[in-house]
């Protein structure tokens, strides 16, 4: 039989597209079971692999709180895993790592951040104003003489708050002193400056007065009210210097100086108290009261720290209206001439320091926190070698305390000297 060419390649090619045609077959089959292997595979969540792992977002973010100790990388091989690796694709943004912050220096502490402590929005003038009416008067005996783990407990609660640590001072207040707590104040009149205050809520119990602190001071500078009650309105004088300065601190003591009549057996004489000696409730006068301790540690805190003590006198000709002097009654540091030259041109105030021509006896030698300061090395008993210019003591007259005018020029010589 003869076979045409023409048969054998129809022929031929019947025979290669049968073969074709299982070659593909064989390709499609194999493709389905590929697929299906891989979905099951989509399905399994290992250990620290796969979408889900310490609670992370779609956007690859880890749920806040979660730890993420003891997970392997989402990228990590897993062993026995033998799916091929997909195809590569564009890697996601790292998660940041929150890293160890230092604690806060001394003064450095996250002012930012909201205080765990109450909140006060008040004007701060009419809150001194109230705090000093509920002060303990002369002979209440309202002065709480401490003993030595109340001045250990009250310096730590000190140093806590000159390191801004807002929770940790408020608990080691209330620890001890029940009556005391620390309060972030709004001051409502003075466009919603923010203060921290250590105070003593009514009615009074300890007679230790307040510690307010300025965590965002301009200058500084310390305002000192040792006899709120009896030095007339420098309770309000020193909250006028406090804001107008953007001063650092202001230390207000809590009660009449001669509320007690306990001598407190630091140096010196004097008749305020009609019998010769300083009272253990004049904190100026006496190394155990909380009020000197606070100004110990916000001295010691802050080497740059100048304390301004004001006082008031009997308008006495021979002090003018503002003597001024560095707890020395002979050394004039040159701070003190520069505070004297800065009040303004034409400023009505009489200003003398220790060596102009002047009878003035109120040099605050025997002030305890000037003796500090000043480097005595028993602050109580013992005087000063020299005077330094850190420690500044202001008698003043009348006008000086309670004319706005005068109080304005006051602020204005300070502004311009620190």
């Not at 001045?151 to 140093?159: N, S």
């Not at 006496?286 to 301004?308: C, K, M, S, Y």
């Not at 030259?341 to 009505?348: D, E, H, I, K």
Request: hydrophobic share 35%; net charge negative.
């Amino acid at each position: 039989m003869v076979i045409s060419r023409s048969s054998i390649f129809t022929r031929l090619f019947s025979v290669l597209s049968v073969v074709a045609m299982a070659s593909l077959l064989t390709l499609v089959l194999a493709g389905c079971k590929a697929s299906v292997d891989g979905a099951a595979n989509d399905d399994v969540v290992t250990d620290g692999g796969g979408a889900g792992d310490n609670g992370a977002s779609d956007d690859g973010a880890a749920d806040e709180g979660t730890p993420d100790e003891g997970t392997p990388d989402d990228d990590a091989d897993v062993p026995g895993d033998e799916t091929p690796d997909p195809a590569p694709q564009p890697e996601p943004d790292p998660v940041p790592v929150p890293q160890p912050q230092p604690d806060p220096a001394p003064g450095d502490g996250d002012d930012d951040q909201p205080a765990p402590i109450d909140t006060v929005n008040a004007d701060l003038r009419q809150h001194v104003i109230d705090m000093r009416n509920a002060m303990p008067g002369i002979g209440s005996e309202g002065f709480v003489r401490p003993d030595a783990d109340d001045l250990a407990t009250w310096r730590t609660a000190m140093q806590q708050l000159v390191g801004h640590e807002w929770a940790a001072a408020a608990a080691t207040l209330a620890s001890r002193f029940p009556s005391y707590r620390l309060i972030r104040f709004v001051d409502t009149g003075d466009g919603d400056a923010e203060y921290y205050v250590v105070e003593e809520t009514t009615p009074v119990v300890k007679g230790w007065g307040a510690v307010l602190l300025n965590p965002a001071p301009q200058r500084e500078l310390a305002i000192e009210v040792p006899h709120p009650v009896f030095d007339t309105h420098t309770h309000t004088q020193g909250v006028d210097l406090f804001r107008d300065t953007g001063a650092r601190f202001l230390l207000i003591a809590g009660t009449h100086r001669c509320a007690n009549a306990a001598p407190s057996g630091c140096a010196g004489v004097s008749n305020v108290c009609g019998d010769g000696v300083y009272h253990e409730s004049d904190v100026g006068h006496f190394t155990g009261a909380p009020f000197h301790v606070a100004h110990e540690v916000i001295t010691l805190a802050h080497p740059a720290l100048h304390a301004l003590s004001i006082h008031g006198n009997d308008d006495l000709a021979e002090c003018g209206d503002w003597f001024l002097s560095a707890g020395s009654n002979s050394v004039v540091p040159p701070i003190l001439e520069q505070i004297q030259q800065n009040f303004p041109l034409g400023s009505p105030l009489v200003v003398y320091l220790p060596d102009d021509p002047h009878s003035c006896p109120h040099y605050g030698t025997t002030n305890v926190q000037g003796r500090f300061t000043n480097g005595s090395p028993a602050p109580c008993t013992q005087s000063a070698p020299t005077a330094n210019g850190r420690f500044l003591h202001a008698e003043q007259s009348w006008a000086a305390r309670t004319n706005p005018d005068y109080v304005d020029d006051i602020v204005e010589s300070l502004n311009a000297s620190f």
